[in-house]
């Protein structure tokens, strides 16, 4: 089955720097590739998503990258903010629809 | 729009006790609902799949008799934790997919329920 693996476990940065997840699928049969922000108590957000037929997507402050050659993908936040405090989580999955696999996610702080 | 509830959001329970969690896709109608654990400070984990009408597919280590699903209509799945134990508290967390809705029939997930059992 699907393997992502999602490096680094945590990530501390000062506000309005930038902030680089980074996230590795096994399958190569994988095509969506959704991330996830997770507040405390409470259920994931999707943030941004890309599909296999993109190698980019951008969102405001927010971006993702894939280089399905090497299988892995990554998410970029620029200009942070303390409320991009969180832990975000990258996913896999072959359909948006479709049974996702998760990485183990990355606690972002970001300090004023 | 794209909006699942569960209810409750958190429950404490005694050891031995079942309890039922709730999952509803409030303005759409969801063909498919996930169900998923999430242990502190872990990330999420699949139990099962439910398709409308049919019995779940559960993953490989997960106990269909004790982690019972029920997904009898398009806009209510639910989890049934019988004989629940401490080992059993976790955040229970579910996804609804819809045909058609959002991107391509993303899914929306729900805020999840915190289970406690003594």
């Known amino acids: 089955g699907e393997n992502v693996e999602q490096h680094p476990s945590t990530l501390s940065v000062q506000e309005g720097d930038s902030a680089v997840i980074k996230c590795t699928y096994s399958?190569?049969?994988?095509?969506?590739f959704p991330w996830y922000k997770q507040e405390l108590g409470k259920g994931p957000q999707l943030i941004i998503d890309?599909?296999?037929?993109?190698g980019e997507k951008k969102d405001q402050r927010i971006a993702v990258t894939l280089n399905k050659t090497a299988k892995h993908f990554s998410l970029h936040i620029t200009e942070t903010q303390p409320e991009d405090s969180a832990v975000y989580f990258c996913?896999?999955?072959?359909?948006?629809?479709?049974?996702?696999?998760f990485g183990g996610g990355t606690r972002l702080m970001v300090k004023p | 729009g794209a909006v699942v509830s569960q209810h409750p959001s958190w429950v404490i329970c005694k050891s031995g006790t079942s309890v039922k969690i709730e999952c509803r896709s409030l303005?759409?109608?969801?063909?498919?609902m996930f169900w998923y654990r999430q242990f502190p400070k872990q990330s999420l984990m699949l139990m099962a799949t439910?398709?409308?009408?049919?019995?779940?597919?559960?993953e490989q280590g997960v106990e269909k008799d004790k982690f019972l699903i029920n997904h009898a209509s398009l806009t209510l799945s639910t989890l049934t934790v019988t004989s629940a134990h401490p080992e059993d508290s976790s955040f229970y967390i579910c996804?609804?997919?819809?045909?058609?809705?959002?991107?391509?029939?993303?899914?929306?997930f729900g805020p999840g329920t915190r289970l406690t059992v003594l």
């Open positions: 399958d190569s049969a994988s095509n969506y």
């Open positions: 890309i599909r296999s037929n993109v």
């Open positions: 303005d759409f109608q969801a063909t498919t």
């Open positions: 996913a896999a999955s072959m359909g948006a629809g479709n049974m996702l696999t």
């Open positions: 996804s609804a997919r819809g045909g058609g809705y959002g991107s391509g029939s993303e899914q929306f």
């Open positions: 439910s398709n409308e009408g049919s019995k779940a597919t559960y």
